[in-house]
């Protein structure tokens, strides 16, 4: 029995059956642990959708920032941006139950030593505060209101966490910080334009992980969502979004000894994926 934490995918079908073949994935026995973005702008997002939602039990996903992107969309909120590669989704005729699916999805998952989230915590939340709030939005995806905060969902303000925020903009706040930040000032503040390597960051930013006094040190944190850092492995955090879209690797983590596993990507030219 073992259990793989597995980088960014973002509708590349094709490497993830490459690198479960490498991993001798059996799904009666071992467990899947995806950082998210699972679909959108590779080819296949409908494959892996179908396929992560068949591992029933043996797999989690946590939501990530085109997940998010498809729930929108399939919501008439936003239509498709020039890159996205979401029709075979949207015209599906199951279209409505991987939707519904994806938004039961968490925004956080914690088990085994490990919190696992897409993007990033801010500096001031602690495990147990990030799994709070994070349900705060899993509540709202699974209830009435969903299509409203939805609709409310896009926007890069409020730009920093207090407990004092309500409604959609608290639960905008929420969602960024776990599925868009990179970056951040030491007291939390967010930016979203950069998006480049870590030594072009804006002044007086910094990565998210590297803020001295973060509040959710006590426990190792595995994300993705930020490419251009590549693999990241420390005692404290593991990167695993590595490129796979962009023609560099997907990459996979064994939980119980850290083992990486990589296999090489095919770049978008010729294959159907989209910049």
């Given at each position: 029995m073992a259990t793989y934490a597995i980088?960014?995918?973002?509708?590349?079908?094709?490497?993830?059956?490459?690198?479960?073949?490498?991993?001798r994935f059996d799904p009666v026995q071992d467990t899947l642990w995806f950082v998210g973005d699972l679909v959108n702008r590779g080819p296949q997002s409908l494959e892996v959708l179908r396929f992560v939602k068949g591992l029933g039990e043996r797999a989690v996903?946590?939501?990530?920032?085109?997940?998010?992107h498809l729930l929108v969309v399939a919501a008439g909120h936003v239509k498709q941006h020039h890159s996205d590669t979401l029709d075979t989704v949207l015209a599906a005729p199951d279209c409505d139950e991987l939707v519904?699916?994806?938004?039961?999805?968490?925004?956080?998952?914690?088990?085994?030593?490990?919190l696992m989230v897409h993007a990033g915590l801010l500096p001031s939340w602690t495990v147990d505060?990030?799994?709070?709030l994070a349900g705060e939005v899993e509540a709202m995806l699974r209830s009435d209101g969903?299509?409203?905060?939805?609709r409310a969902l896009y926007g890069d303000r409020p730009d920093r966490w207090s407990d004092d925020l309500t409604g959609h903009d608290r639960l905008?706040?929420?969602?960024?910080?776990?599925?868009?930040?990179?970056?951040?000032?030491?007291?939390?503040?967010?930016?979203?334009a950069y998006k480049g390597e870590p030594g072009g960051m804006p002044p007086g930013y910094m990565q998210w992980f590297d803020v001295p006094v973060r509040a959710s040190r006590d426990i190792p944190i595995l994300f993705g969502h930020w490419s251009p850092n590549g693999l990241v492995k420390r005692r404290d955090v593991v990167a695993l979004d590595t490129g796979c879209l962009w023609g560099r690797s997907l990459t996979a983590m064994r939980l119980e000894d850290q083992a990486i596993f990589e296999?090489?990507?095919?770049?978008?030219?010729?294959?159907?994926?989209?910049?």
């Open positions: 980088g960014d995918i973002q509708g590349c079908f094709e490497p993830l059956e490459r690198l479960l073949d490498k991993l996903t946590v939501l990530g920032n085109h997940d998010f519904d699916w994806l938004r039961h999805r968490p925004l956080v998952h914690a088990a085994h030593g490990w505060k990030a799994i709070a969903c299509h409203e905060f939805l905008r706040v929420i969602v960024n910080a776990m599925c868009r930040m990179r970056v951040c000032t030491p007291d939390g503040q967010m930016e979203f296999i090489p990507c095919p770049g978008p030219e010729g294959r159907g994926y989209s910049r």
